[in-house]
DNA sequence: TGCTATAGTTACTGACCGGTAACACCCATG
DNA sequence: CATGGGTGTTACCGGTCAGTAACTATAGCA
């Protein structure tokens, strides 16, 4: 199957028709190998894939591997890092219809979460999957993962806050516990009724709850 | 990871007459290497232990590792029910001082998670991160835990019915992904000051909107 | 044409890991 | 004392995996 991969790229960037293409043979061999592995790491795990097998997934080797990335583990803290840039991508994508509304864009938020495609989530918080897989607590990984789920409850704390709660810290980790409780059921119930439905509905009671002077 | 001829009932019987001898001396072995496995497994994971690190953690060796099981997925599947095992125990202990009361109830089992000492969780919550570390789908461990989740939402389910609530499986999915979200709190989080602090705060505003009438 | 950067191929090392074979030892029971 | 079950010990097998070496092929550029 590899083989026939290699093969068609090959064919594909003889002929030179590059823009028909766009997912494999134009971009750049550290630029496949990366995105391959991206997708082979949340779905399979950080330990469950080798380099072999993501180099022969993304059409090359494991040499190119090597002459792109350092180590697999230097590949897996750039995979952080990616996931939690893209998190906050889509964080301020779904917060940015409702300028000036933190509750709105509070309630956007988990709204946005149950709705995500599952595909892009069946296996729960990439983040939260890379502490359960890595030991090494100095691992370079385990720090981009601490920093993101601070800066993740630092801006729930901020629009709680800024919508005015009574306790703003309070709702803020409220709303954390939800979104983490969240990602988990996507990965633990994958099929339709799960406990994730509720998430957007368990936000607004909370903020309502909050907004209306509990605790 | 993958030979299966054995079963666990068969290595357990192979020492001889199953209820004649109580096992006392007899396993004595086994036991030292289960404890020492699922303390190993929470704490560094499936993949992260091997199968002569937890013999000679137990003060023995590999050998006598495959004389009590069959296999380390064997040992893995035993290992997450015993866990299911214990975590229904602490539950029903937490639930006991308030028969007839639901709503107690369910106060005293977040207050009482966020009071767990902390090295018996700090790694989060051993079933999911079970389900993080194994992709085979069949497999044994998977399917327990699977289980046990789903037993965890019906019982919040239930508590959510038995308290009155408007809308008891909202309620209920609502009080699982809190929990879901504590537990991966107390891993990503481990420190004090944590959103862990929170979760009783927020499972009884959760409780009390419902039993208002919210949603 | 020839140089260089990029990429493919094959083969290898060393470590680790799950699992097994064969044998030696200890000790309780008969 | 003899037997046998449980245990310890050593060595090994087959597989996987991260990482490297050395060579080849190609494509663009001067």
Not at 59 to 78: C, I, Q
Not at 126 to 143: P, R, T, W, Y
């Amino acid at each position: 199957m590899k083989v026939e991969a290699k093969t068609m790229e090959n064919a594909v960037e003889v002929g030179g028709a590059a823009d028909a293409n766009p997912c494999v043979s134009k971009s750049r061999v550290r630029d496949r190998i990366f995105d391959t592995a991206c997708d082979l790491f949340y779905k399979q795990g950080i330990r469950g894939v080798g380099v072999d097998a993501i180099a022969s997934e993304a059409g090359t080797n494991k040499m190119s591997f090597y002459r792109s990335f350092p180590s697999k583990d230097e590949l897996v803290a750039e995979y952080v890092r990616d996931a939690a840039r893209q998190f906050m991508a889509w964080w301020d994508e779904v917060v940015a219809p409702y300028p000036n509304d933190p509750r709105r864009q509070a309630e956007a938020l988990f709204e946005a979460t149950v709705n995500k495609p599952i595909e892009q989530c069946n296996r729960g918080c990439a983040m939260a999957n890379v502490m359960v897989e890595i030991q090494e607590e100095d691992h370079a990984a385990l720090v981009v993962v601490r920093e993101h789920k601070a800066e993740i409850r630092q801006r729930l704390r901020q629009l709680a806050a800024d919508m005015g709660a009574s306790n703003p810290d309070k709702l803020g980790d409220s709303l954390m516990l939800v979104m983490g409780g969240t990602f988990q059921a996507r990965m633990i119930f994958p099929a339709g009724n799960t406990p994730v439905d509720v998430a957007g509905c368990a936000a607004k009671v909370l903020i309502e709850a909050h907004l209306r002077g509990a605790c």
